[in-house]
């Protein structure tokens, strides 16, 4: 591309700008990638595109996915015309997050876990040409990408692609290189599919492999793929034959690293601007310099892949657990911490993030947004890691001691397995340590471990159709089926009329006692969304009633109200009158409005790390799930309850509004990350207190909620809490239930219901005191019968042994009976064995304990009790000295007894 401008030529070549003076080159910065990113959206919004923000790494009812994985997987309800997407042409930079090569992350430089994916797409608008076009000129022109260097793949019955290639763009043929269905064919099961054409960067001969077969096709480095034109004009029947598609889509991915990367002429991705800076400041943090030593380049890269990962996937709300996504985030959350551990570093990583937020803030305001919520927990679970390491280590010590004294040499894969996954303890760190010692960790047995693991998690995942959700009968109904809502200004509908019945199938008509679904074209019932349940109430027609229990959304804009006909008939054509159960509304809207209020009274107490991690809001209660790190004190739950309250009682007016996203954002309304949100969004504002984004029904004014009462708050996962709460009638119930709670055990206790806590503290002084008593007269008790089984003594060699039968003890008890008896036996307790049994509840239990002299003879307490455990059907050990164990059959109890008698007399 070429400009004069004031005598001077500027120059763009591969993301380099020239600026030419003279006769002299004066070389620019190269492209950023945030430069390549913007470029890209910017381009594509001048040719008609929706620019879209990321969508959240959390896949929105997809099976399929435990993360987003690609640019097109958040779409794959467009294609499939599931729903409506909010513009014909669309453009956007997907985060992702892929975990299948996880291993080889760091010893490569070309793997990673998390990448941008750059996309334009056409739900049914442009096709080839267009998009081939497009991308061309995006390439050559605008990231200035000598037209030379690139290569082009297409499949080989695709002539129209070719031709575009070659007549519209003019392309020499013989850089078009024809491929099969396995290269340039994208399918993935029955669905919508197509041919595709990707283009190839051709980096030299310098980077070839040298052999006489190198081409575009070939696995060296010579040419690099750096974007994919996916043409959506198939669909993929069940049977194995491809129906034209009526309505042709585009789908395109490009990798925004690997685009940078090649604009500003480094080798991987590892180079490029951003992400340079966070590994330059791993080794900064670690004072371990890069390409010094090849094994600490990998634990740099490692760590400088995975903490983008990290806050990506907290940002989006992903917590660390041990299930699922969560479990996914844990692992590299300590995969990074143990690498930091390798670099000779501390706790480094709730540092580094933020040059990692850093260098995304602007493209990601959510990391911003975010920040201190996710550099706490990060530190929170390096903090555990430290503590698990430690952990392993005592463990791995035990097994090197078990290891030696059974002359072994060889650590077993699955103990080594259960350090590695438990404990996240380093699989090379274990070897290192075994080394020292002389011994070795069995690799192949770890390895066999691990490929178990991985099997267990590919079957534990749903199996589904392409889209991720099992096919039902509504996929039978007709695409232009549609139901229009109107419930947010009223609750009955008289002009409705009945499209279809599901049930089974889907019948014309259904009779009296029948369970259905039924689509009507307009709706005042709100169907299931947000977090809110749906409506309940009825629809009537001429010849039936029919009662809605639950309202859902299915496929393609539909709204099925779920229930059972409870009197005559339906049929479908039929005009209908749809009327929604006011009270419950009226609850459900009071619940929800409260929420929004909770929100922001949490934030207020606690912090504005407080993010919406789930909710349930339904006519009964509702459950609010939160982002805090520490169960709430009795005072914070007062002071939300109390701002909650006070919000009330202000009578505040809850006004709603629709405006762009931007516009939204702008005025500072909160929008939960991760919903799929279209062009126009629903701002529902309380008051100057709260406002966001929700396309849920709301109170009118706040002082219709009546009463807000919290009802519970407790951990449902690592950094998220939840509460539960109630409004209006609920509350009132609560209170009233409370009240006569109170008054019954008020007259229990024969005291006014003002002077409860005096007489249950009363009760429990007296009861405290009865206890004590009762304790002084058991321990008189324990005495005298120490004495009386000291008496009955039986003499083994120089040792005593006293034997005795009690019931109904405890473990403690008869540990202080064991002592007693010792102490009467004074000078000696050194040459005594005492051998208790306890009955209780059809069970038994026994102690054993010995003196040090008797000890020296050979007796072991631990073995003496396990064989009478193992008697009475039971178990259990201990050291030389004194040991317990339990038995599940009382009967034998006197067998077990004589069998000890025995054993110590065969060793004595």
């Known amino acids: 591309m070429r400009a004069f401008f004031f005598g001077a030529i500027i120059c763009n070549i591969i993301g380099f700008y020239f600026l030419i003076i003279a006769g002299d080159v004066i070389i620019t910065k190269p492209m950023g990638l945030n430069e390549v990113r913007e470029k ?70 070309r793997h990673g876990t998390f990448f941008e994916m750059l996309g334009n797409f056409s739900f049914g608008d442009y096709f080839k040409e267009d998009a081939i076009t497009w991308g061309w000129e995006l390439l050559t022109k605008v990231y200035g990408i000598p037209r030379d260097r690139l290569h082009i793949t297409v499949y080989e019955e695709d002539g129209e692609a070719f031709d575009i290639w070659t007549n519209k763009i003019g392309l020499d043929p013989a850089k078009i290189h024809r491929f099969g269905k396995s290269e340039n064919f994208w399918q993935h099961g029955a669905g919508p599919c197509g041919p595709c054409s990707e283009i190839h960067y051709d980096n030299g001969e310098e980077y070839g492999c040298g052999k006489d077969t190198c081409g575009i096709d070939c696995d060296c480095d010579r040419y690099l793929e750096i974007w994919n034109l996916v043409f959506t004009q198939y669909n993929a029947n069940d049977d194995g034959t491809y129906s034209e598609l009526a309505s042709k889509n585009i789908d395109t991915g490009m990798g925004l690293e690997r685009v940078a990367a090649l604009l500003q002429g480094v080798d991987t991705i590892f180079d490029v601007d951003t992400i340079r800076s966070i590994r330059d400041k791993v080794c900064e943090y670690t004072g371990k310099a890069y390409h010094a030593l090849p094994s600490r380049d990998v634990s740099i890269r490692l760590i400088t892949d995975h903490i983008r990962s990290i806050i990506f996937l907290m940002a989006d709300g992903v917590t660390p657990s041990n299930e699922r996504r969560g479990y996914v985030l844990r692992r590299l959350l300590r995969r990074a911490a143990r690498h930091v551990k390798l670099l000779g570093g501390n706790t480094i990583l709730a540092k580094l993030c933020d040059t990692a937020i850093d260098t995304s803030g602007e493209a990601y305001p959510e990391l911003k947004e975010k920040r201190e919520y996710i550099k706490k927990m990060i530190s929170v679970e390096e903090e555990r890691f430290n503590e698990t390491i430690d952990q392993g280590l005592a463990i791995l010590r035990d097994h090197v001691e078990r290891i030696k004294q059974a002359g072994e040499t060889t650590l077993d894969g699955a103990r080594a397995f259960q350090l590695y996954d438990t404990f996240g303890f380093p699989l090379e760190l274990m070897g290192e340590i075994l080394e020292e010692e002389g011994l070795q960790v069995d690799k192949e047995a770890f390895a066999n471990e ?91 027609t001429d010849t039936g009633v029919f009662e809605v229990q639950d309202t859902i959304k299915v496929i393609d804009g539909k709204i099925a109200h779920v229930g059972r006909i409870t009197s005559g008939q339906l049929s479908i054509r039929q005009p209908a009158t749809a009327t929604v159960d006011k009270a419950r509304r009226d609850d459900t809207r009071r619940n929800h409005t409260a929420t929004h209020l909770l929100q922001k009274a949490l934030r207020e107490v606690l912090g504005p790390h407080v993010e919406q ?39 505040l007016s809850v006004c709603v509004s629709e405006m762009s996203q931007d516009e939204a954002r702008k005025k500072g309304a909160m929008a939960l990350f991760g919903e799929k949100y279209g062009e126009r969004v629903r701002v529902v504002q309380i008051g100057g207190f709260s406002m966001e984004l929700c396309g849920g029904t709301h109170l009118d004014n706040t002082s219709q909620a009546g009463l807000f009462k919290i009802i519970s708050e407790s951990g449902v996962a690592a950094g998220v809490r939840r509460i539960e709460a109630v409004t209006g009638r609920a509350a009132l119930k609560l209170t009233r239930d409370t009240e006569d709670r109170l008054r019954e055990v008020a007259i229990l206790l024969r005291s006014a ?30 005495v005298s019968a120490a004495g009386e089984l000291l008496k009955q003594a039986v003499s083994i060699g120089s040792i005593s042994v006293v034997t005795g039968k009690t019931k109904d003890m405890d473990a403690s008890s008869l540990r202080a009976m064991s002592d007693k008896i010792r102490d009467k036996a004074d000078r000696n307790a050194e040459s005594l064995v005492v051998i208790l049994c306890n009955e209780a509840d059809g069970k038994v239990q026994f102690l054993v304990s010995a003196g040090d002299n008797a000890i020296a003879k050979g007796v072991h307490s631990g073995e003496l009790v396990k064989l009478a455990a193992r008697i009475c059907g039971g178990g259990g050990g201990g050291r030389p000295n004194m040991a317990q164990a339990g038995g599940r059959d009382a009967a034998k109890a006197d067998e077990a007894l004589a069998a000890v008698l025995d054993q110590l007399k065969a060793s004595l």
Do not use: W
């Open 753 to 782: 219901p003002e002077e409860l806590t005096k007489r249950a503290q009363h009760l429990l002084d007296e009861n405290n005191r009865l206890k004590r008593d009762i304790e002084s007269l058991n321990a008189k008790d324990q």
């Open 450 to 540: 691990m490929q178990k693991q991985r099997t267990r998690a590919r079957a534990a995942r749903e199996t589904t159709d392409y889209m991720g959700a099992d096919k039902t009968v509504y996929h039978q109904l007709g695409k232009g089926l549609t139901t229009e809502f109107s419930g947010y200004d009223k609750l009955e509908t008289d002009d409705a009329t009945v499209l279809a019945l599901v049930a089974k199938g889907v019948p014309a008509s259904v009779a009296e006692g029948e369970d259905v679904s039924v689509i009507i074209d307009r709706t005042p019932f709100y169907a299931e969304s947000g977090g809110q349940k749906g409506d309940s109430g009825k629809i009537v």
């Open 613 to 651: 991690a789930g909710s349930s809001v339904s006519a009964e209660r509702l459950r609010f799930d939160f982002t805090h790190f520490s169960a709430l004190t009795d005072d914070e739950l007062k002071r939300v309850e109390d701002i909650v309250n006070d919000k009330i009682l202000e009578g």
């Open 40 to 109: 890209y959206l910017s381009f594509f919004e001048s040719k008609g595109h929706l620019r879209l923000p990321s969508y959240s790494l959390v896949p929105a009812n997809d099976k399929s996915l435990l993360l987003i994985n690609s640019g097109m997987a958040p779409m794959k309800t467009f294609f499939t015309g599931q729903e409506t997407p909010p513009h014909r042409r669309v453009v956007t930079c997907q985060k992702c997050v892929r975990t299948i090569d996880i291993e080889n992350v760091g010893k490569t430089a």
